[in-house]
């Protein structure tokens, strides 16, 4: 893929953490630096030139994140700081009591387990060997729950889950759902109307945008509930006697915004959707291929799914015999960066009986050769701890 | 601490794991990446007379606790509670450890540390 000269930050060395965070193009950056220099102002509030220029862009930016995920209403996407605050917001406008019952799955990341332990009974969906959701354990785990939040994609195990027929499932049973898209948005097409859900949660700096930048898609069924952060921008009007609360999406998007980072959340949509996301897809793909190639050896051992079509473009091991964090450090020397650890999902690697994981994540201006680097580095350290 | 000492460390650290004669065991977790460590000790008239250890983890953790048995063994329990986190890393030559590997070089220590009373 021809975007690498786009990304000046690859000098630095084989990036392979993109599902902790992306590196972000120059393109994205220059619209950030443009916005400051040239339209900066608060938005909604002044009447002057460079505030309209702001909340236009601003509105602007969330038409085409709309586009992105196939949202017919750009009114539908909340901004937030990150998909972690997205799950947070879900979490509070369900309006959850300690009665209810929520179902997650063994695969979710921390931030879609914490918002939902707290404020409800939480029931677990159990995954195969291979990091598939156990349909049988869902249809019948579903069953009086009043939400399903699950990731579209998993973190660990790039298992991408059938979130269409899952929801389809889920509201038949009368429950709503939330999709935690964080690790699919940046990688594969998300068609929120194709999926359904209730809400959904992307962090855009997993997907080339500034730090501090993410969005919620909330369903026009929710577009009355009373906001979790309140204050200005929130409301039409405040007397002492009644509060009157803007519409959907201001209303919960109490403050300032991060006006900056959603202008440069929405060109790295633009510059993925340039590209095309079945090509981002089938770049990683490519990438995914190699890697299991150059494992035919099985020099380390894979977590997820086998079949390259059910899992994103990350791949979590272990090299036996060596801690994940002794793996990270010497590829580190060998300026390759890599993730490890248990990758904020500690009951997922507990239920994969493992202390932790390597985890190598792709993305678009990742290479072939970089992949096969990995592997040369791999077995010099089995050697060197052999 | 260079990376081929550390090796060389480890691989000791691991061929000499074992449990000695003791009459305290304490053990420790570093949660975040899974290492676990069990430290034996023989304390004799508030003496460390000798500690053992066994661990899971990684090589910086595991060297760590082999370091430690070697340099603390002999030393009294008041002399241990007195010794900070940098002096310890001084002490077995890893004063240099990166930030991020840092939990895992002071896991045997704190462990140890927080269970002399
Ligand atoms: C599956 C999944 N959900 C949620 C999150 C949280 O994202 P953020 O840190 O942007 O809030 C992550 C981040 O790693 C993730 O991988």
């Not at chain 1, 009157?244 to 202008?263: K, L, S, V, Y």
């Not at chain 2, 570093?30 to 990684?58: A, M, P, Q, R, Y």
């Amino acid at each position: 893929m021809d975007v690498r000269k786009d990304f000046p930050i690859l000098k630095r060395g084989i990036y392979f953490d993109n599902s902790a965070t992306s590196h972000k193009p120059k393109q994205v950056l220059a619209a950030v630096f443009n916005y400051y220099n040239n339209h900066n102002a608060n938005i909604h509030r002044g009447i002057h030139r460079l505030s309209e220029e702001s909340s236009e862009r601003y509105e602007d930016s969330k038409k085409t994140l709309s586009k992105f995920i196939g949202a017919k209403d750009w009114k539908r996407i909340v901004y937030v700081k990150n998909a972690t605050e997205g799950l947070n917001l879900a979490s509070h406008l369900l309006n959850l009591s300690k009665k209810d019952k929520v179902v997650i799955t063994s695969m979710e990341h921390h931030s879609n387990i914490l918002p939902w332990r707290v404020n409800s009974q939480v029931s677990v969906v159990d995954i195969s060997s291979e990091g598939v959701i156990d349909i049988e354990d869902f249809k019948s785990k579903i069953k009086g729950a009043k939400v399903v939040s699950m990731p579209h994609a998993s973190n660990v195990l790039g298992t991408i889950n059938e979130v269409e027929l899952l929801t389809k499932m889920a509201h038949e049973e009368g429950a709503k759902v939330v999709i935690d898209a964080a690790q699919s948005a940046p990688h594969l097409k998300v068609d929120v109307n194709k999926i359904g859900a209730d809400f959904l949660a992307i962090s855009g700096h997993k997907m080339l945008a500034p730090g501090g930048t993410g969005l919620l898609y909330v369903s026009k069924e929710f577009s009355e509930s009373t906001p979790f952060m309140l204050g200005g921008g929130t409301v039409f009007d405040v007397t002492n006697q009644k509060i009157e609360w803007a519409d959907m999406p201001e209303r919960f998007e109490g403050g300032t915004p991060n006006i900056g980072g959603a202008i440069g959340f929405a060109r790295a949509a633009e510059y993925l959707m340039e590209i095309g996301m079945d090509n981002v897809r089938k770049h990683e793909v490519s990438l995914l291929k190699n890697f299991f190639k150059l494992n035919e050896e099985k020099l380390v051992e894979i977590y997820g799914p086998h079949s390259l079509k059910l899992r994103t473009g990350l791949v979590s091991f272990n090299l036996p015999g060596v801690h994940s964090h002794d793996v990270a450090d010497f590829l580190n020397a060998r300026n390759i960066f890599i993730r490890s650890g248990k990758h904020c999902a500690h009951p997922l690697h507990e239920r994969l009986c493992i202390p932790s994981s390597a985890r190598a994540s792709f993305y678009i201006y990742n290479t072939l050769s970089e992949v096969e680097n990995l592997f040369e580095v791999l077995n010099e350290i089995k050697e060197v701890f052999s | 601490m260079n990376l081929n000492k550390l090796l060389l460390i480890y691989k000791k650290a691991k061929s000499e794991m074992e449990e000695r004669t003791h009459n305290k065991k304490i053990e420790g977790k570093n949660i975040s990446c899974g290492d676990e460590v069990t430290l034996f000790l023989k304390i004799e008239e508030g003496i460390l007379k000798d500690i053992s250890f066994e661990s899971s983890g990684c090589a910086v953790s595991i060297s760590s606790a082999f370091l430690l048995a070697k340099q603390l063994k002999g030393k009294s329990i008041e002399e241990v509670k007195q010794l900070s986190n940098e002096e310890y890393l001084k002490l077995i030559d890893m004063e240099e450890i990166s930030t991020s590997r840092r939990k895992c070089v002071l896991t045997p220590f704190i462990t140890l540390r927080n269970n002399l009373d």
